[in-house]
């Protein structure tokens, strides 16, 4: 595949955990693309047509309902890949992907994925790995959604989002906010005012600025912590 630019920056932390040869032969079978925002890679019952190694910029996993309410269950930036069902064979997915935040990634179709796989062992490990780090996740967001309120929430999303944009300033919308917690936009007011009101945020329309990521991890629900604390024992495991 032809690559849009020429020699972008490697950012994604499974190509990268590929030597430099390997790297060096998966490479130019990728493609190097940019994602835009709202952009949707896969939707939930279509056929993935591609896997993408997420380079930088944030994606979204979200549980849309047959009327249209959606709900985040997954966040996924450089440290991950879009379009997991297609490692053990599954050419759909129950779930919508999108862009959330503009980035690139390295994107490659299915077939040319097996083969990747199949010759680079080191990469399904990492790609299987991963697998396991967003199921986790994803059971956390989903006891987090049905324990814990709204500001303890709204301050743990705050926080994965900043982890996968390295950035002190969000570009989020109400309504974004309230579709990614499965709340009101109401509600969403009421949190983002308090947490401003206390100095974690400064909130305006359509952007949410960091001002104390430290007063963010006191307010955020043990289930951050618990994410984060799972993710390092693992990475210590895998070294």
Known sequence: MANEIANPPITSKILLSLSAKERSLVLPKLEFVRLKLHQILHDSGET???GYFINAGLVSVLAVQPDGKMVEVGLIGRE???GLPLLVGYSTGPTRVIVQADGTAYRCDVETLKQL???FPVLGTQLHRFAHQLAMQTTQIAACNGLHDVEERLARWILMT???VPAQKLQLTQEFLAHML???RSSVTVAA???QKAGLISYSRGSVTVLSRSKLETTACDCYRVVQQQLKTW???GS
């Open 182 to 184: 499965g709340i009101r």
């Open 80 to 82: 991950g890949f879009a």
């Open 235 to 237: 990475e210590a495991e």
């Open 193 to 195: 005012g308090a947490m």
């Open 48 to 50: 993935i047509k591609s």
């Open 162 to 164: 900043q982890d996968r």
């Open 117 to 119: 796989i199949g010759q």
